[in-house]
């Protein structure tokens, strides 16, 4: 699944990035807690969070996670986005929650990616 097609089905909207939203994902992680997300070593994720500070993009950038979207309505500030930026990460947003976020990119395929060796 690409990004593209990923923010589309969750009916959501691009912060940043979507010039690279052709980026293939293989899995996705939704959590509040980074260190969750820390937890979740796969390749090629989509991180979804309601989690709205610098710290989220710190840590993907860390995992080397490429696109963050965040639910339940919330947005990321201009310093935020200009991180993800630097960072080559792209930002997106919905309006649904994570459980149905979650349960919408299941059910159109995206379940498991490989596990990267850490």
Known sequence: ???LEA???LEG???NGEDKAGREVASACGADLMSDVMAFVK???LLMTGLVNPQVIRTAELL???AIIFVRGKAPGRDMIEMADEADIILAGTKMPMFISCGKLYEAGLR????RQI
């Open 7 to 9: 923010v589309t089905l």
């Open 112 to 115: 498991t990616g490989g596990t």
């Open 43 to 45: 390749d090629r994720v």
């Open 64 to 66: 080397d996670i490429h």
């Open 13 to 15: 909207q691009f912060f």
């Open 1 to 3: 699944m690409t990004v």
